[in-house]
T-cell receptor, first 113, second 115 residues
């Protein structure tokens, strides 16, 4: 089965600074990769996803992620964060032609003024 | 569409009581998933359905847990009897074709506290 490791449980950063949230995955077959965001007391929402093609994927709210097959990584980046980006971020993986999606443990991003 | 709807949003119960969580998926979505979120274990997949049929229930922790999907617009997750370690946020999600890269749409979750 596939698995996901998010390397940082918490990332504090100042407003307008860049941020990178790291994600590594493991799978013996081709995968789809996702980043979701969870605001307090809410469900998860999709930020972006990689299915195929260009390895650089752009999502909502100015976020982007890069798929690196050789390093089995899918790191999330934003060049300048806002206070409103404070949330929990989850990396997820699903195997191609398989229907179960597995999530990482999450990274809590805290943006400070 | 109203999105995935879960009820109740909050449930507080005593150990030994039966708990039933409910989910209405997005109309037209053939896949429905139940996840559990805790601080210790993160987001765990409990079970998922395709066209109302349970496909993989290997994540269901014990026989105390059961899930049903009697029709395309309704699913339940039942815990009987409940225990304090079942305290968690339970999420329902639905999707069109996850195996082809379709995203999951999550409800707002049901926060369960077992005393």
């Amino acid at each position: 089965a596939q698995s996901v490791t998010q390397l940082d449980s918490q990332v504090p950063v100042f407003e307008e600074a860049p941020v990178e949230l790291r994600c590594n995955y493991s799978s013996s077959v081709s995968v789809y990769l996702f980043w979701y965001v969870q605001y307090p007391n809410q469900g998860l929402q999709l930020l972006l996803k990689y299915l195929s093609g260009s390895t650089l994927v752009k999502g909502i709210n100015g976020f982007e992620a890069e798929f690196n097959k050789s390093q089995t990584s899918f790191h999330l980046r934003k060049p300048s964060v806002h206070i409103s980006d404070t949330a929990e971020y989850f990396c997820a993986v699903s195997r191609v032609n398989n229907n179960d999606m597995r999530f990482g443990a999450g990274t809590r991003l805290t943006v400070k003024p | 569409d109203a999105g995935v709807i879960q009820s109740p949003r909050h449930e507080v119960t005593e150990m030994g009581q039966e708990v039933t969580l409910r989910c209405k998926p997005i109309s037209g979505h053939d896949y429905l998933f139940w996840y559990r979120q805790t601080m210790m274990r993160g987001l765990e997949l409990l079970i998922y359905f395709n066209n109302n049929v349970p496909i993989d229930d290997s994540g269901m922790p014990e026989d105390r847990f059961s899930a049903k999907m009697p029709n395309a617009s309704f699913s339940t997750l039942k815990i009987q009897p409940s225990e304090p370690r079942d305290s968690a946020v339970y999420f329902c999600a639905s999707s069109l074709i996850p195996g082809e890269g379709g995203e999951l749409f999550f409800g707002e979750g049901s926060r369960l506290t077992v005393l």
